[in-house]
């Protein structure tokens, strides 16, 4: 069984930084694609960031030059530093991992989501 489990959300002034930190545990093959998604209140979850294994990087337009996605190997832990936060970057924020975790099946896991809230 595969777990990925969120640290590092919380409260932080506007301009501030914080870093989450996703870790996968259990039954672990491969990683491929890891990444981050968020949900404000009242909206749709959008994709913020992705590094691929090697390590290619995609950011939404929104956080490009603010906030960096990272992956430690041995660790199977994805991180993203957040920096120079706005209101706007407030909410849940999911890790996703697609990795294989037996033989014959590969697909996407998720963590239980960490509140980030940034105030203004």
């Known amino acids: 069984q595969v777990q990925l489990v969120e640290s590092g959300g919380g409260l932080v002034h506007a301009g501030g930084s914080l870093r989450l930190s996703c870790a996968a545990s259990g039954s672990i093959f491969s990683i491929y694609t890891m990444g981050w998604y968020r949900q404000a209140p009242g909206k749709q979850r959008e994709l913020v960031a992705t590094?691929?294994?090697?390590?290619?990087?995609y950011y939404v337009d929104s956080v490009k030059g603010r906030f960096t996605i990272s992956r430690d190997n041995a660790k199977n832990t994805e991180y993203l530093q957040m920096n120079s936060l706005k209101p706007e970057d407030t909410g849940v924020y999911y890790c996703?991992?697609?990795?294989?975790?037996?033989?014959?099946?590969?697909?996407?896991?998720w963590g239980q989501g960490t509140q980030v809230t940034v105030s203004s």
């Open positions: 996703y991992a697609d990795l294989r975790s037996s033989v014959l099946y590969r697909g996407d896991y």
């Open positions: 590094i691929t294994n090697p390590d290619n990087t």
